[in-house]
């Protein structure tokens, strides 16, 4: 069965089942074995969706969070599918660096443990890194290299809007 979904679409990432708010998403990758989407999610809480000139006017820096996450959700139609954005160019929302911490002390000839790692991801698998490498002082700035199901997602990004704005709907962000 094809996917409901498109890259360059929109949608509602419900904040908890309990509050009513969501954020908006934007499906930034759809990789063709699908499964893991890249999505960059943005503020403030709300109860409506946004209008067409509001999501157009999204830019990817503006993001409270790019991540990679599950789609069982938007599969199954459990999260509302919003308008494209139009058009929808992939340079302008790339697949970033992610840091992981491995917990471990991995040894490298000629260098000190690593536990940390600078990891990239091609466009077309989200899933088998293309590169790790151990990070640098900048690399710790980086989002964390996980895969988000709903429910962390649905945390994750909350509590990032949440810190951002503190009312839903803020009549300065339509």
Do not use: C
Not at 62 to 82: C, H, I, N, S, T
Not at 100 to 108: N, V, W
């Amino acid at each position: 069965m094809h996917a409901p979904y498109r890259e360059g679409q929109f949608f509602l990432l419900p904040l908890g089942k309990a509050t009513g708010q969501y954020a908006v998403g934007l499906i930034a990758r759809v990789p063709p074995r699908g499964g893991v989407l890249l999505g960059y999610f943005f503020g403030p809480r709300r109860r409506e969706p946004p209008g067409q000139e509001w999501l157009n006017g999204l830019r990817a820096e503006g993001a409270v969070l790019v991540g990679r996450f599950k789609d069982p959700q938007l599969y199954r139609g459990e999260w509302r599918l919003l308008s494209m954005r139009e058009p929808f160019d992939r340079a302008g929302w790339p697949v970033p660096a992610f840091h992981r911490f491995d917990g471990s002390a991995t040894q490298i000839p000629g260098n000190d443990a690593v536990q940390d790692w600078r990891v990239e991801y091609s466009d077309s698998n989200l899933i088998t890194p293309v590169t790790e490498r151990p990070a640098t002082p900048m690399d710790m700035k980086l989002g964390d290299d996980m895969v988000y199901d709903a429910t962390l997602l649905a945390e994750e990004v909350g509590k990032r809007v949440t810190e951002m704005i503190p009312t839903a709907d803020d009549t300065s962000w339509r």
